[in-house]
T-cell receptor
Framework: GAVVSQHPSWVICKSGTSVKIECRSLDFQATTMFWYRQFPKQSLMLMATSNEGSKATYEQGVEKDKFLINHASLTLSTLTVTSAHPEDSSFYIC???????????FGPGTRLTVL | QKEVEQNSGPLSVPEGAIASLNCTYSDRVSQSFFWYRQYSGKSPELIMSIYSNGDKEDGRFTAQLNKASQYVSLLIRDSQPSDSATYLCAVNVYGGATNKLIFGTGTLLAVQP
């Protein structure tokens, strides 16, 4: 149980384009999902907290207009990187929390490369 | 500043030995603590959670928590080469409406065959 999927697993795009990443909880409902970013040889950095049916809460320094998050259902959250630039190239990982729990289960991650 | 600190390593142990990974945290009110394992190029996978002072065992893994000292550790018995990975300590902190995890930078463990 507690399986989280992400799609796509990797994506290469041109600078200036937008990329959407999906995060799904496959066997449970998640009222809360999180989005992280990880640069090489660094730890995970929380970007935003996504709550179903409400606006996401962004961490300090994360541009909410650049990283659009939508959590339209209890099993799906999406992160859209708008007008991507090479410095946005990173490993993006989502996690989902079981109801009545504080344990986060992570998706497999999406590796974004912006040319 | 709420922080989680780990020794970055690498921690090198021979196969079959006990690996000891340590973590300290600064937020005194934290109540939930987690150890994740992350292989290179992969996302973190949950090893254990611990909420109460003392030891919690799960197979070859034992988590230890001391809230007074703000210290949590992970012991890996009978270490195997497949245990070679980065181990992330994470502490749940209250972030307003939702709790959130603060991660340490991770300790790289290398188990030598």
């Amino acid at each position: 149980g507690a399986v989280v999927s992400q799609h796509p697993s990797w994506v290469i795009c041109k600078s200036g384009t937008s990329v959407k990443i999906e995060c799904r909880s496959l066997d449970f409902q998640a009222t809360t999902m999180f989005w992280y970013r990880q640069f090489p040889k660094q730890s995970l950095m929380l970007m935003a907290t996504s709550n179903e049916g409400s606006k996401a809460t962004y961490e300090q320094g994360v541009e909410k207009d650049k990283f659009l998050i939508n959590h339209a259902s209890l099993t799906l959250s999406t992160l859209t990187v708008t007008s991507a630039h090479p410095e946005d190239s990173s490993f993006y990982i989502c996690s989902a929390v079981l109801a009545l729990s504080d344990t986060q289960y992570f998706g497999p991650g999406t590796r974004l490369t912006v040319l | 500043q709420k922080e989680v600190e780990q020794n970055s390593g690498p921690l090198s142990v021979p196969e079959g030995a006990i690996a000891s990974l340590n973590c300290t945290y600064s937020d005194r009110v934290s109540q939930s603590f987690f150890w994740y394992r992350q292989y290179s190029g992969k996302s973190p996978e949950l090893i254990m959670s611990i909420y109460s002072n003392g030891d919690k065992e799960d197979g070859r893994f034992t988590a230890q928590l001391n809230k007074a000292s703000q210290y949590v550790s992970l012991l890996i018995r009978d270490s195997q080469p497949s245990d070679s990975a980065t181990y992330l300590c994470a502490v749940n902190v209250y972030g307003g409406a939702t709790n959130k995890l603060i991660f340490g930078t991770g300790t790289l463990l290398a188990v030598q065959p």
